[in-house]
T-cell receptor
Framework: EAGVAQSPRYKIIEKRQSVAFWCNPISGHATLYWYQQILGQGPKLLIQFQNNGVVDDSQLPKDRFSAERLKGVDSTLKIQPAKLEDSAVYLC????????????FGPGTRLTVT | SQQGEEDPQALSIQEGENATMNCSYKTSINNLQWYRQNSGRGLVHLILIRSNEREKHSGRLRVTLDTSKKSSSLLITASRAADTASYFCATGDAGGTSYGKLTFGQGTILTVHP
């Protein structure tokens, strides 16, 4: 079974530039999550999709972050404009069902904002 | 905000010894999960324990959950150098429309010396 795919793996941008990350979840997984993990901390949930609908975006900085999941499969997360504090690893995860089930994580995208 | 708090923040042991990590949380949960993260394999699910369970085993892993004390522990027996990683507890929300949201702690860095 193929895992969660993410691209790019690394990205370096200057502050105020924009950046986009892509995620392809495990086939058949209805729930998709984007997390932000700052160095030395645990992952923080940014947004959760159930199929192509948003069920939780309470911690997403909506003035600069946006995400979509068209057709309930792939998802993109965008930052515009980026700030220095956005430097982090962005993790995508998926699960078969929402609720009490394990999440499968992709390798992440390491973003450095200079 | 991060609900789980792991203790200790760092643990260094010799191969063959047991490693115990603790996690405390603040609010009611549906389940508690443990994940491992290292540079080679990213973030990987280890074990899930539901709020009505007290103990669970998986191979060399033993997890306990005490909902009255809002705490959990992860025991790794007969540790190996390959167990070197960061270990995170993640709590699954108990109620309503949380749709399986996980809140991660800061993690425990485990180093196993050969």
């Amino acid at each position: 079974e193929a895992g969660v795919a993410q691209s790019p793996r690394y990205k370096i941008i200057e502050k105020r530039q924009s950046v986009a990350f892509w995620c392809n979840p495990i086939s058949g997984h209805a729930t998709l999550y984007w997390y932000q993990q700052i160095l030395g901390q645990g992952p923080k949930l940014l947004i959760q999709f159930q199929n192509n609908g948003v069920v939780d975006d309470s911690q997403l900085p909506k003035d600069r972050f946006s995400a979509e999941r068209l057709k309930g499969v792939d998802s993109t997360l965008k930052i515009q404009p980026a700030k220095l504090e956005d430097s982090a690893v962005y993790l995508c995860a998926s699960s078969f069902i929402a609720g009490a089930s394990e999440q499968y994580f992709g390798p992440g995208t390491r973003l450095t904002v200079t | 905000s991060q609900q789980g708090e792991e203790d200790p923040q760092a643990l260094s042991i010799q191969e063959g010894e047991n490693a115990t990590m603790n996690c405390s949380y603040k609010t009611s949960i549906n389940n508690l999960q443990w994940y491992r993260q290292n540079s080679g394999r990213g973030l990987v699910h280890l074990i899930l324990i539901r709020s009505n369970e007290r103990e669970k085993h998986s191979g060399r892993l033993r997890v306990t959950l005490d909902t009255s004390k809002k705490s959990s522990s992860l025991l790794i027996t007969a540790s190996r150098a390959a167990d070197t990683a960061s270990y995170f507890c993640a709590t699954g929300d108990a109620g309503g429309t949380s749709y399986g949201k996980l809140t991660f702690g800061q993690g425990t860095i485990l180093t196993v010396h050969p």
